[in-house]
């Protein structure tokens, strides 16, 4: 896999696969031109043109692109050729909704592992989960070879829990903690900032509202 590629570019692409699984499950079609997938994701028919050779796919000028044979080429550049396990650090009210949210909603990535400070948690199995002591995430990382982490635990302790999991063998974090993760290069953050979204949100209906 080409590491150059951009975020932006993989974000896009698991967007188009998600509205082509919609489609094809909701509507039945068995094919989609550029100009509509483009518009369901709210880009250009060019840039999704241009997305489409990064993964080496090529439509029909007449049908445009096959859905199921995206779909699968898609998969064959975004995900791993077996599981691709993941941890889960700090179990509360959010951390327990991303468990129930992501249960075998993407086969080939699984969440393996939860962790918290908690001693009461450690040894229980929350949401089908077992919750593990910060202590044993060496170990545990080990074991069930994962390289991929969530954050969910508060800004205070972001940071530690981030400089832990890194030098457990960490190479990427979906960090929903509002507070930004220093990390080594070699180790890829993505910020999930909820009351910053939020406020954008806000923000852009008054605006129309008062347009």
């Known amino acids: ?101 992501f249960a075998g909603r993407r086969p080939n990535l699984k969440i393996v592992a939860v962790f918290d400070n908690d001693p009461n948690k450690a040894g229980t199995v929350i949401s089908g989960c077992r919750c593990y002591a910060m202590q044993d995430m060496p170990e545990v990382f080990k074991e069930k070879k994962v390289n991929t982490a969530i954050v969910t635990v508060p800004a205070s302790q972001a940071q530690s829990v981030a400089d832990t999991l890194v030098a457990a063998g960490v190479r990427g974090l979906l960090n929903f903690a509002p507070v930004n993760l220093r990390v080594p290069v070699s180790v890829y953050v993505e910020d999930m900032d909820i009351t910053t979204s939020l406020e954008k949100a806000a923000f852009f209906a008054r605006c129309r509202m008062a347009s």
Do not use: W
């Open 1 to 101: 896999m080409n590491a150059q590629i951009s975020d932006k570019t993989v974000g896009r692409l698991s967007l188009y696969r998600r509205l082509l699984s919609n489609l094809l499950r909701e509507k039945e079609e068995e094919f989609v031109f550029s100009h509509r997938l483009a518009r369901a994701a709210g880009v250009t028919a060019a840039q999704v043109r241009r997305d489409m050779m990064v993964i080496g796919y090529n439509g029909s000028p007449k049908k445009g692109y096959a859905i199921g044979d995206l779909i699968e080429s898609i998969g064959y550049f975004l995900d791993a050729p077996g599981v691709q396990t993941v941890a889960l650090v700090g179990v509360g009210n959010l951390g327990r909704a991303i468990l129930t949210y």
